[in-house]
């Protein structure tokens, strides 16, 4: 009986899937505590030299509000690094006493005993931090940073031992693809989930330095036919090719893609992007278009955002919209515009991968179809 | 009686939300309520005890008591209250 009058244990992301899908609102949002950061690591697409003034806790507590009165549901705190900001906590739990789910981007090397007795208390949605190499070496060749393997290590291991959520990033470079596997079978023995990022992106300001340490498509195709997990993941993409039509992307974006629209994602329609000077985007990559909230108020720069986002469609050049190879694709027109100026200037590290994949595919589809 | 204090009622666009705030023993993931659950709650802080909550969930509804409606609200008010949802004072 209890069934009929409530729930458990559907995502958040379900959630808003299923019972918001025509309404425009911030349901999600990520803020950026702080551009201040103690690594300096080589692929960050922060700008390291912005020398703003961080908002004040006032200034977050206001736009937070007003986002909760909108619909914000569920946020991340991201920077920099979060734990640089002295009132971290204060901010933190104003968030969760406002019931919002809140996880949070951070290089834990300043985690400590403090913090673990906060996140025991006020539960955190999962910790996501960023494991740049299995050993001191390769960790510090990304992080810059002498004795920050030291302290991640030892942050990880009060995670783990207080039972605190959090997962493992990997983000693969040439500087550390040797120790990709490494990382990865460290992950499963610690029972955490990993993620494993193939695809290093522009910096904010749209220099690319930090794609230059980016794998080439096929290395990092290799990682997804030679990880168990991703290669799984593709022979059943290919199974349910098969048997029907699949798509890997929820039915909106897939919806909107077709409609024309350059935006088809949740930016600047269920999500937005606060940044540490109190500027509005419409996610984290547009950094390019952006609405001061110093100088107008949350609902000027909402409905600037619907125009420069929601409300844009393709040209007819675009190629994404006859390519066919799209459903294997994670490219971002938001890295497109900070690549190239252009937001229809395709990165044809996207294109050679999808055509990898595709071609996976369409052989895995070939064994099964002869019964092998 | 009250609400547990550790999770907060959240009405969005209609549809109503339970969230966690601290660690409690009830709940530290979402739960979705429909109208009646989330009326509960919201009545839960001003009733006495269990049978003035039900009376008070009856009235705004025009059930009446004894009703096999009014039998499945009990229920449910006592699965709330095992569950620590709401307290008993």
């Known amino acids: ?372 | 009686m009250k609400q547990n204090p550790d999770l907060i009622l959240r009405e969005i666009y209609g549809k109503n939300i339970l969230m966690p705030i601290r660690y409690n023993e009830a709940s530290n993931d979402p739960i979705y309520f429909n109208e009646v659950a989330a009326l509960i709650w919201k009545l839960s802080d001003e009733a006495k005890d269990p049978t003035d909550l039900l009376n008070a969930v009856c009235r705004s509804y025009n059930l009446k008591t004894g009703s096999a409606e009014a039998a499945a609200v009990e229920g449910f008010i006592n699965q709330l209250l095992e569950s620590k949802l709401i307290l008993a004072e």
């Open chain 1, 1 to 372: 009986m209890a069934e009929r009058y409530c729930m458990h244990n559907q995502s958040m992301n379900d959630f808003i899937d299923e019972n918001f899908e025509d309404i425009r609102a911030p349901f999600t949002a990520g803020f950026e505590l702080t551009a201040k950061c103690n690594l300096n690591c080589v692929h960050c697409y922060a700008k390291p030299d912005r020398n703003h003034q961080d908002f004040t806790l006032d200034e977050f507590k206001s736009i937070f509000d007003t986002l909760v009165e909108r619909g914000l549901l569920d946020c991340y705190f991201t920077g920099g690094e979060i734990f640089t900001r002295p009132d971290f906590e204060k901010m933190y739990v104003h968030a969760k006493k406002k019931g919002v789910l809140v996880s949070l981007l951070s290089n834990i090397t300043l985690l400590n005993q403090h913090h673990i007795e906060l996140f025991k208390e006020y539960p955190v949605e999962v910790i996501s931090t960023s494991m740049y190499g299995y050993s001191e070496a390769s960790y510090e060749k990304v992080t810059g940073v002498k004795g920050s393997f030291r302290k991640f290590m030892n942050a990880l291991e009060l995670l783990q031992k207080n039972d605190i959520k959090y997962e493992l990033k990997f983000v693969a470079m040439e500087q550390n693809i040797d120790d990709l596997y490494k990382v990865r079978e460290f992950g499963n023995k610690l029972g955490v989930p990993m993620v494993v990022i193939l695809d290093v992106h522009p910096m904010s300001d749209g220099s690319m330095e930090p794609v230059s340490f980016r794998l080439t498509p096929e290395a990092a195709f290799d990682f997804d036919v030679r990880d168990e997990g991703r290669k799984q993941f593709w022979k059943d993409v290919a199974k349910e090719l098969l048997t029907g039509e699949i798509e890997l992307r929820p039915q909106r974006t897939i919806q909107r893609f077709r409609e024309g629209y350059l935006y088809p994602c949740s930016i600047a329609n269920q999500h937005v992007f606060i940044t540490s000077d109190l500027k509005m985007q419409g996610c984290v990559r547009a950094s390019y278009r952006k609405f001061d909230l110093r100088k107008g108020s949350f609902d000027e720069g909402w409905t600037y955002l619907q125009k420069e986002f929601v409300e844009k469609k393709s040209t007819l050049n675009y190629k994404c919209n006859s390519c066919e190879n799209i459903r294997f694709c994670e490219h971002c027109v938001a890295n497109f515009m900070l690549a190239y100026g252009d937001e229809e200037q395709v990165d044809p590290f996207f294109c050679r991968v999808a055509e990898l994949r595709r071609n996976f595919v369409e052989d895995e589809i070939k064994r099964l179809a002869k019964g092998e």
